[in-house]
């Protein structure tokens, strides 16, 4: 049985930061393509980071602020965030998946099958 759970939130002033991570059992995350998605109060889940392959990918929002990592060994992904701003507050999800496709697909939450309950960050000004 697959299981992702997050861990590593919670609220923190804007410029701030935090460090994200997700326990992956029942797989292998190296094999798999490895994202983080976060989700506001009334908007849509978006994509914010993807490691697949050993490449990292990065919603525009968050380049140069984020870094997704992981540690093959203990099977756990990380977000490393600096710099947090107000509207990078949501709840962070851990996803997993076989996409298929180019670098688009690698941050729509519909590819991925596996996914975590989510971990609450809030950031204020």
């Known amino acids: 049985q697959v299981q992702l759970v997050e861990s590593g939130g919670g609220s923190v002033q804007a410029g701030g930061s935090l460090r994200l991570s997700c326990a992956a059992s029942?797989?292998?995350?190296?094999?798999?393509?490895m994202a983080w998605f976060r989700q506001a109060p009334g908007k849509e889940r978006e994509g914010v980071a993807v490691?697949?392959?050993?490449?990292?990918m990065y919603a525009e929002s968050v380049k140069g602020r984020f870094t997704i990592s992981q540690d093959n060994d203990t099977n756990i992904l990380y977000l490393q965030m600096n710099s947090l701003k107000p509207e990078d507050t949501g709840l962070y999800y851990c996803?997993?998946?076989?996409?298929?496709?180019?670098?688009?697909?690698?941050?729509?939450?519909?590819?991925?099958?596996?996914w975590g309950q989510g971990t609450q960050v809030t950031v204020s000004s």
């Open positions: 996803a997993a998946g076989t996409i298929y496709g180019g670098p688009w697909h690698l941050l729509q939450p519909f590819f991925y099958t596996y």
């Open positions: 029942g797989l292998a995350s190296s094999t798999y393509d």
């Open positions: 490691i697949a392959s050993g490449d990292s």
